[in-house]
């Protein structure tokens, strides 16, 4: 009797062995993929860190809220940039939204965070900017005392002291920047909008360069053509020397003349703790 029970214990097993093998079997032929914790842990820190950046951006949402209506002097100024606010607020939320939508794979969330950087880091920009427009001093300016903010860039113009071109791109080298140089149109309309005294002449850091033959920025690269009037062309072009800049317009003068310079470099990134 226990020798049929032997048997029947092992045909039992054995058969359910057969079974678990013939599901595993069964299992892999469907292509299920085995999970990754790994990947799931990934995926779980870049979403967190998408939602610490949207937090960050309802943050300066609120900041620039309460800023505006601090401002009510300039509120027409103030209404477009808080729509534009509200809009990047809400596009924000329907990204994040979107998760529940789209597969969360690596490249759509590292997408995401970057969008998200950008829109923070202009969101800081445009608030910024703001707050300067009414404290020129405030802690969030990415320029030094004394230089005018604009786009990418500071500027120092030098408006009561007069050098060669040598001697200001000296001063320049000793605030670590370079005297200046233009590289749009836009930039070159900024540079003519300044309240600067009418009989003002400001050395740029373009200059001839008697080795190559041409005419050279201080990086090395060369002038654009579309920056310059066809006048302006002309002057360069059968003229050696530098370069100053005088109502919008630029000129040539041989470098041993003093006169005023502008200085540039850089702006910081506007910190979103210096906004408060």
């Not at 998200?116 to 404290?135: G, R, T, Y």
């Amino acid at each position: 009797m226990s020798e049929d029970v032997t048997y029947a214990t092992l045909t039992f097993q054995n058969s359910a062995e057969a079974g678990k093998n013939r599901n595993r079997n069964n299992v892999r032929k469907r292509g299920y993929p085995a999970p990754s914790p790994i990947w799931r842990q990934a995926a779980l820190s870049l979403i967190t860190l998408c939602l610490l950046l949207l937090i960050g951006l309802v943050t300066l949402g609120i900041m620039y809220l309460q800023t505006s209506n601090e401002i009510n002097s300039d509120s027409e100024k103030v209404s477009p940039l808080q729509k534009t606010v509200h809009q990047q607020l809400d596009n924000s939320s329907q990204q994040l939204g979107s998760y529940k939508i789209f597969p969360m794979e690596d490249d759509f969330l590292k997408s995401q965070i970057s969008s998200l950087l950008k829109k923070q880091e202009q969101m800081a920009i445009k608030l910024c900017q703001e707050l300067i427009i009414h404290s020129s001093d405030h802690k969030c300016n990415p320029c030094p005392k004394m230089w005018q903010w604009h786009q990418n860039s500071c500027y120092y113009f030098t408006t009561n002291e007069e050098k060669t071109w040598t001697d200001s791109q000296q001063d320049c080298m000793n605030k670590n920047s370079t005297l200046l140089k233009i590289d749009s149109m836009e930039e070159k309309d900024f540079l003519n909008s300044q309240p600067l005294p009418k009989f003002s002449f400001f050395w740029l850091g373009l200059s001839w360069d008697p080795f190559g033959r041409n005419w050279l920025w201080e990086d090395g690269s060369t002038p654009s053509a579309y920056l310059f009037s066809t006048k302006e062309l002309t002057r360069i072009n059968g003229s050696k020397g530098c370069a100053y800049f005088q109502k919008g317009h630029i000129y040539v003068s041989r470098c041993s003349a003093e006169i005023s310079w502008i200085c540039e470099k850089t702006a910081a990134l506007v910190k979103i703790e210096d906004l408060s």
